[in-house]
């Protein structure tokens, strides 16, 4: 059998969507080893338009029929409205072609559903763009928790806020809160059970751009997420409570992202009345781990490159882009119900 030429060993993704995200993720196909960006759509002639400035070796076009049913892609990466992602994943899927899908998985669980049976009786690598979970920070946040660092994990606490960008088709929690449910969800031991959740619309007409989520656990653990599509400063700070020690996450700081704090409570049991407990605070030191550099999108494109080649299932595979999606699902029907809580 003759020994394939490197351009027939490279990966070929297609790139369906050139607005936001799509520019990012044609950068890191186009420049991570083994990958290549075959083709990218987009339905503005103005975005394919730099698409050609900047890569004119890449075929373009307005169709995203073209790029499904080219016999030369291997792989097609969805960076469109969330409204559009199970008619486009599941005609992906049905063309043999492997699937990175931009966040959320679909816009109802059942759709998530239905494209992972797809994938799986294809025997096809369906990954969701969970970007977090690839950072450097999120894979230490979890590196302490298994290792039991933190000791028992009481409770995750996160802001997520901005000024915009606002979503046509999605509101603030499809938008924001994604990524802190997608973080719990590979950081964390526990499994979803429960939300609350409630919210406000302040333009007329479209969807929710503040939002609050309480999300319960069997064990004795919280989780509260704040998202704001209206505040004057960008804020990206997450905690997590430890028995032991507590993780501070600020993505916004460019050189100390996690700290580490070995503060706490002891709680004991008083000596003339045992009923009595008596709380004492403890506290320790701060230190900030190193990170690995490497850029989320780059360690995420590399991972999915070797899902496919190795035939092994992701990180952010489908099932946990429909755990994302349950959550969202029910805190959308908690809000209509005024913070009703949601059993999942």
Known sequence: MPERTREEALLKVGVIGYGYWGPNLVRNFFEAEETTVGAVCDSRPERLALVKNRYPEIKVSQDPRELIADPDLDAIAVATPASTHYELGLSVLGSGKHLLMEK?????????LRLIDRAAQAGLVLMVDHTFVYTGAVRKMKELVQSGE???????DSVRVNLGLFQPDIDVMWDLAVHDLSVMEYVLPASFKAVSATGMSHVPGQPEDVAYLTIFFEEDFIAHIHVNWLSPVKIRKTI???SKKMVVFDDLDPLEKIKVYDKGIEVANGDEKLHELLIGYRTGDMWAPKLDQTEALRRMVLHFRDCIQGNRCPDTDGKAGLSVLK??????????DRGRLVEL
């Open 104 to 112: 959320p998985l679909a816009a109802t669980t059942e759709e998530g």
């Open 150 to 156: 933190l000791g028992d994990i009481f409770y995750y």
């Open 240 to 242: 997590i409570g430890g």
């Open 327 to 336: 959550v969202l699902e029910a805190a959308s029907r908690s809000i209509k």
